[in-house]
Structures are given as structure tokens and as C-alpha cells.
């Protein structure tokens, strides 16, 4: 089976970041042919050096609890892998507009701080999903392993809009590695790099928020 190349831009035009969810939990068959599906994801060598841990039910709202309380009360936490967070010049500008569509969409002023810092604090309650995944890599893997993890996340967000549910990727939830290694059992030698929300898209303000995209000219160079 294959679709046009305009049914696949629209269809990839449609997914976008869920910030709310219901708290239906996904059946095991699905979540298995999800993750089936993304394993196809090419990578170097064929090395699928990404590892995954998918907490759900009881256990997601047990370390709901424990992140919500540990970003509240100041705590810190070492990344395992070393991230930019300041970003400068136009890629500045980008995350303001990111930042400026869903405080919008939710209709939160930007002087309203109380406001904000609950709309924070909703990264690490999974933005109530029933369900939560982290995904790792092998810390002696250096950056061609971490675009192949890439690669594969983009396909498994991709397979979870197929399948109709929604999905939102965390950096923030990588901010509080060794809490999330401990609960999850990481071996010492993988890495946290992100965590996903999913699960059935709840009919809230913050989901209809969009960002926009680059054109082609601001990203591509041709050279003939």
C-alpha cells in the first residue's frame, strides 16, 4: 500500500504535540504493535541502540507523584546526557512562539506566574496520561546513535498517531535522571535521553495549540 506525497504531508501536518489526556489506559495489543511497528526505525549498523521503559497504571501514578513533589520543592537533578536549554538568535525566537501558541491556547498571560509554573509542573504529571515511556541509550554511544534514537522516536510517535492516539516527547523529563533510573531499574550504563506522554487526546484548550514550520529556503541549501 502507499499514499501521495500530499496525503502524507497532510496526514504528518495533523500530529502535533497532545498536552492533555484522558485517563484511558491503551490495550496491550496496541501498545505492542506500536512499538513493533517503530522497530523498524533504520539505524547505524542496524545497532537499534535505544532501550525503552513504558510505565503505566499504578506505577505511572506513583512516579507522577514522585516527580511533581521533587520539581516542586526545588529538587535538582543531573541530566545524563549534556543538553542545550539556552537557545539564542532565531532558534530563540522559535521557542518563544512555541511557548507564547500554547500559553495562548490556555489562556495564561505571560505575567500570570502562578499560572505558569502549574503549566510547567504538568510535564511531570505526564500531562495526566495513564501512561508514560523513557527512552535511553548506552552512554559510551556518542551522536550518531543518539540521531538513530531520534529516528526511532520519530517513528514511534508517528506509528501512536496512526493508531489515533496522542503523543507528546519530553526533553524536561530527562532533567530528573537518577529519580527515573531508580524507579525504572536503568542499568548503570544506559543513559536517560527523553520521556514520552501518551495515550487518547482529552478535548482541552491546550491541545489546540499549534506551532508553525520553517520553509524550505530558511532550511535547505541547494547546491548545483
Known amino acids: 500500500m502507499s499514499i501521495s506525497l500530499d496525503q502524507y504531508r497532510q496526514w504528518l501536518a495533523e500530529r502535533h504535540s497532545v498536552r ?7 490495550e496491550h495489543g496496541l501498545i505492542k504493535a ?4 517503530a522497530q523498524q526505525a533504520p539505524s547505524n549498523c542496524n545497532s537499534q541502540p535505544w532501550r525503552v521503559w513504558l510505565v503505566r497504571g499504578e506505577a ?18 543531573p541530566q545524563d546526557f549534556t543538553s542545550v536549554e539556552n537557545f539564542s ?6 521557542q518563544i512562539d512555541c511557548a507564547r501558541a500554547l500559553y495562548d491556547a490556555m489562556g495564561i498571560e505571560r505575567t500570570d506566574k502562578p499560572a505558569r509554573l ?3 509542573l504538568r510535564n511531570y504529571a505526564f ?14 554511544f556518542g551522536y550518531n546513535n543518539a540521531l538513530d534514537v531520534g529516528i526511532y522516536v520519530q517513528s514511534l510517535v508517528l506509528a501512536m498517531h ?4 496522542g503523543a507528546c516527547v519530553q526533553g524536561a523529563l530527562a532533567h530528573h535522571a537518577p529519580l527515573v533510573r531508580q524507579f525504572v531499574n536503568m542499568p548503570d550504563d544506559v543513559g536517560l535521553l527523553t520521556g514520552i506522554s501518551f495515550g487518547y487526546p482529552a478535548p482541552t484548550p491546550a491541545n489546540s ?12 541549501t541547494v547546491i548545483e
Do not use: H, W
Request: aromatic share 10%; glycine share 6%.
Open 20 to 26: 492533555a489526556f484522558t485517563p484511558e489506559l491503551v
Open 34 to 37: 506500536i512499538f513493533t511497528a
Open 60 to 77: 505511572c501514578e506513583r512516579l507522577r507523584q514522585q516527580l511533581v513533589t521533587a520539581v516542586s520543592q526545588g529538587e535538582i537533578y
Open 89 to 94: 538568535g532565531l532558534y530563540r525566537e522559535r
Open 118 to 120: 502549574d503549566a510547567m
Open 127 to 140: 500531562f495526566d496520561a495513564p501512561q508514560v515511556l523513557f527512552i535511553g541509550m548506552n552512554k559510551a
Open 162 to 165: 496512526a493508531a489515533g492516539l
Open 209 to 220: 495549540a499549534r506551532t508553525t514550520r520553517a520553509n524550505f529556503d530558511e532550511v535547505v
